[in-house]
């Protein structure tokens, strides 16, 4: 008979089960492995689900700027593209300063403000090391974030880049060698 891994199986199996679960017994491993397991598998949902989202905002801001101050253009240099992601990095800063201007001398920083302030770090972090960004340097990709309706299945069909900070120029594009 097959091992069930699946939390709600497990726990099914177990009840049936006469009398009490021995700590050192078959059965109390196998439900602690897939406690275990679910928590990991939770877990990794939670945290893919917030990369998503993030890359969402990022590519939403994105279609925006283009759609409305770049109507006209349809590619776009490196520089463009890290001051597209250094705009999308500042969009909390007005707030920010809001905020520290209004904090009374003295007093601890707000819980907003300190999740803000965290936001902003990781993101500026994230431009340090990389961000996936959308390939707009591409005519192609360029339409299709002008035409994109939001929601995540759409991206499957853009070009993406990851851009640093330091980055001198774009990656260039794989060759092929043949024989």
């Known amino acids: 008979m097959p091992i069930a891994h699946n939390l709600n199986k497990v726990s099914k199996n177990v009840s049936k089960a006469t009398g009490s679960i021995h700590i050192k017994g078959r059965k109390f491993k196998q439900l602690n492995r897939a406690t275990l397991r679910d928590k990991k598998i939770t877990s990794k949902k939670a945290e893919s689900l917030e990369k998503k989202q993030r890359d969402m905002l990022l590519f939403k801001f994105v279609q925006e700027v283009l759609n409305t101050e770049f109507k006209d253009k349809s590619q776009f240099t490196l520089d463009d593209m890290k001051l597209l992601i250094e705009s999308f990095l500042a969009r909390f800063d007005d707030e920010l300063e809001e905020m520290k201007k209004d904090k009374r001398p003295g007093r601890p920083v707000s819980t907003k403000q300190k999740i803000l302030q965290e936001k902003i770090n990781h993101d500026k972090q994230l431009y ?52």
């Open 128 to 179: 340090q090391t990389g961000i996936r960004f959308p390939d707009i340097s591409d005519p192609h990709t360029v339409e299709r974030i002008r035409l994109w309706n939001g929601s995540s299945g759409g991206t499957t069909v853009m070009k993406f880049v990851f851009i640093s900070k330091s980055m001198a120029q774009l990656p260039v594009k794989e060759v092929s060698m043949k024989e």
